[in-house]
């Protein structure tokens, strides 16, 4: 499931976005990209968990270039465990964020991180079964959903709505 950003976002740079995204192996590729919080914590998993998910597609792109070695299986399922560990410890954080500020999106957008958990179970089933080429298909997802929901949900929960009495922590 592809979040599409909202607002004022012009197609050019949803494009362009797109196209980062596409090429980029590293943090420092996708950091113009990624909107800042400004909550220290928050701002850190985003950083890390993104570099997890492209750390991830080199792998799909090595497995769908035929490239199954033992290495790539093994380094493929350590990430996914990564990916799905840190994304609770993540999720946690932000909604302990969401109920000291009593935020008003806090039911939507636990929705969304339910999904997105269930997202990449899915794939990392398929993954484990051996389903290669369906977990090829979905080079992009996670890193899309990922980053659409950085610059979306988060922002509109955490920037937009900012509040004085909120929590910023652990
Ligand atoms: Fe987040
Ligand atoms: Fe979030």
Do not use: C
Not at 8 to 15: F, I, W
Not at 25 to 39: A, F, L, P
Not at 140 to 164: A, E, P, Q
């Amino acid at each position: 499931m592809l979040l599409t950003q909202q607002g004022t976002t012009s197609r050019r740079e949803l494009a362009w976005t797109r196209w980062v995204l596409q090429s980029a192996r590293t943090w420092e590729d996708v950091v113009g990209i990624v909107r800042k919080i400004g909550i220290h914590a928050v701002d850190e998993d985003h950083r890390k968990f993104t570099q997890f998910a492209l750390d991830l597609n080199l792998i799909i792109q090595a497995l769908s270039n035929r490239d199954t070695s033992f290495d790539n299986l093994h380094r493929g399922d350590e990430i996914f465990r990564q990916l799905l560990d840190y994304a609770h410890i993540h999720f946690q954080r932000e909604e302990r964020i969401m109920r000291s500020m009593k935020s008003p999106m806090l039911h939507r957008h636990l929705e969304q991180h339910g999904a997105f958990m269930g997202m990449i179970e899915e794939h990392y089933e398929n993954f484990k079964l051996g389903r290669l080429q369906m977990v090829s298909g979905l080079k992009l997802s996670i890193l899309d959903w990922w980053v659409n929901h950085i610059n979306v949900v988060d922002y509109k929960t955490f920037v937009l709505g900012k509040t004085k009495n909120m929590k910023l922590g652990e």
